[in-house]
């Protein structure tokens, strides 16, 4: 059995910063990608970042130069720093991670439950 969980969603004006947080716990060999998605209000999920194992990342245009995302792979966390925060990043923030399982070595999807953040202008 494997968890995600999240921590550091909250409220916050915009222009300021956010930090979250995505621990994964259970039974893992290990973690290949890593990633966080957001799903606002009425709008479909959409991916945010994403971290390779071995550092490589990804960020979706509307996020670029104002988010960060970074991993911890001895404590198989995943952070997303989140600076200049405007009111349309306003979603539920859910960690997702690509892990593989012992001792099978198959990979299976896991979600985090969700952590609001709300930028208010």
């Known amino acids: 059995q494997v968890q995600l969980v999240e921590s550091g969603g909250g409220l916050v004006q915009a222009g300021g910063s956010l930090r979250l947080s995505c621990a994964a716990s259970g039974t893992i060999f290990s973690i290949n990608a890593m990633g966080w998605y957001r799903q606002a209000a009425g709008k479909q999920r959409e991916l945010v970042a994403s971290?390779?194992?071995?550092?490589?990342?990804n960020y979706a245009d509307s996020v670029k130069g104002r988010f960060t995302i970074s991993r911890d792979n001895a404590k198989n966390t995943v952070y997303l720093q989140m600076n200049s925060l405007k009111p349309e990043d306003t979603a539920v923030y859910y960690c997702n991670a690509h892990v593989v399982l012992p001792p099978s070595r198959y990979v299976v999807d896991y979600w985090g439950q969700g952590t609001q953040v709300t930028v208010s202008s």
């Open positions: 971290i390779t194992s071995g550092g490589t990342t």
